[in-house]
């Protein structure tokens, strides 16, 4: 083509062709519209494609699109791509409808599109959106955004933690946690955690985040329980090490703690407080602990069988001596 086709070319369609290129698109200056869906491409450079008003690329292998240099841009699908984080569309001041679902894009800024009628941010990893510059008309498409925590002792989760743009004072209708300030305390790791979240101008989207946790658990048998877990985890860059008991089972009776001269002498305080304690040296008193408790079981288990009565020989120094079973008898009486 000579420079005066490639100046008439408005529409470019090119979707399910396989094509994994387009390099030299930055020469029909005149482009209106391309689209280019359902291809192999993995990079696109559409910098000098400055009037164009529709551009189709979903379904790619795309992980970074800018869109800076197309003001006039008023449709955006980029659908389904996979790899792209983050798109930026504050200079696409025209946009009218946007698809970015199933990319794993984790903020969206959409204050800058006052002719934003349309949004389709289904399957990313949102946590919020502020939608208060947007039309209250404007249909929203914002299924199962679904973003990854990890959760330490206590299923607890910093909120402040969250991609920029989260606000804990517009969340409600919490599912499987409660919220203390900005703390999230989950009830069970093997749900999502759901709320809602105000986005503003009447716009109100579920969340949802998929729960996962730090602490490992190892089991080692205990004489007077099912088990004893032995916690350990990482908080503040230290490993600690906490203490629980199997399901069903708390930690009591034999069990004694003291910590310096505060005067605690109970469970809780291994269980609780102490698996709480950040100075490195309290995971050394642990396993001095663990090592102490099964010591001492050996040694109770010797004076038990030590003490113990072999029934065997009982019963037959009965039968040798009669007299002795009527003077048991006559003891127990």
Known sequence: MDDEEIANVKYI???AKTISSLKGIEYFTELLELNCDNDQL????????TKLVKLICSKNGLTSLNTSHNPLLKKLDIYNNNKITSIDVSQNTE?????????PIETLNVKNNLKLMELQSELNDLTSIDLSNNSPSMKLYMANNIYPITVGKGRRFDLSKLPAGFDV???SNWQNAT???????VKSVDDFV???YDCGNGHKVEFRFRVYSSIKQVSVPWAKYKYLYMNFYTY???EQVGVDAGEGYTLSGDIKATQGDTGHAQADMVTDLYSHILDEDRKVNAQKFDESFYQNNDEDNAKRKKDSIDVDKLVASLKDNPDLLDKLLDALK
């Open 194 to 196: 759901t709320y809602d």
């Open 42 to 49: 993995t990079s696109l450079d559409v910098s000098k494609n």
């Open 13 to 15: 369609n090119a979707p």
């Open 95 to 103: 946009l009218e409808t946007l698809y970015i679902g199933r990319n």
């Open 169 to 171: 004072s517009k969340t």
């Open 179 to 185: 919220v203390n300030s900005s703390v999230l305390i």
């Open 236 to 238: 503040n860059g230290k």
